[in-house]
């Protein structure tokens, strides 16, 4: 089997066990909609509707609930012991980080919609470019799990993972967050060519990280 086929299965394997116990996309999706909402009440409607402020405060969201489902996905292989089972086939190690990542991009799709329909409801933002505004989004919401997936190997074996893992990636996806932010502010304003701008970093990003990610994730599950 070809290495796109085992990261295939993985992530099939992946979004039926999200289907089974779908708590980890249900707490993902109730985060962000909690945080955006807390987010635009403590900042005020006036300010949260700022073309630069609203994208911002969406994106951080995002981070927090890519971390969230990362390790959701990591625990479950923890618990059920399927880790080592996995690593062991041939191509495993590169299987597993394809497969996570793909499988937490397309959860993280559905929490970006979702919480990205109720930015643009709550705050009533007027939206210039909306297709530019989706190639912003489906490439900020691939280039964001190689990092966080990345992070959680490296601290997988770790008790205090939980508070590792955020402290370890933030710092490192502030590039992602700010191309993120910079191209949705530019298609809600009617910059075309800045968002198709910040989409080709973001796309960079996407595929500087996921090499890294190839690279190191093997090494460190050993």
């Not at 933002?125 to 964001?144: K, M, Q, S, W």
């Not at 993120?180 to 989409?199: C, E, F, N, T």
Request: proline share 5%; hydrophobic share 65%; net charge negative.
């Amino acid at each position: 089997m070809t290495g796109l086929g085992r990261i295939g299965l993985v992530a099939v394997r992946e979004l039926r066990a999200e289907r089974r116990e779908p708590d980890g996309i249900v707490a993902a999706v109730t985060f962000i909609a909690v945080l955006v909402l807390l987010e635009s009440l403590v900042v005020g409607p006036v300010v949260a509707r700022d073309a630069d402020i609203a994208p911002a405060l969406f994106w951080i969201a995002l981070a927090f609930a890519t971390i969230l489902a990362t390790m959701r996905s990591f625990d479950r292989e923890l618990e059920d012991d399927a880790l080592e089972g996995l690593v062991a086939l041939p191509g495993g190690r590169d299987a597993l980080f394809g497969g996570k990542v793909v499988a937490i991009a397309v959860v993280l799709a559905i929490v970006a919609l979702v919480g990205g329909l109720l930015s643009l409801v709550l705050l009533d933002l007027p939206l210039a470019l909306p297709l530019h505004l989706v190639v912003v989004v489906v490439l900020g919401v691939v280039a964001l799990p190689p990092v966080v997936v990345v992070d959680v190997v490296l601290a997988l074996r770790l008790r205090a993972r939980a508070a590792l893992v955020p402290i370890l990636a933030l710092p490192v996806l502030v590039p992602q967050l700010v191309a993120a932010s910079r191209g949705a502010s530019a298609a809600i304003a009617g910059d075309a060519v800045g968002a198709l701008s910040w989409a080709g970093l973001l796309f960079a990003f996407a595929v500087v990280y996921g090499v890294i990610g190839l690279t190191i994730v093997p090494a460190a599950i050993e």
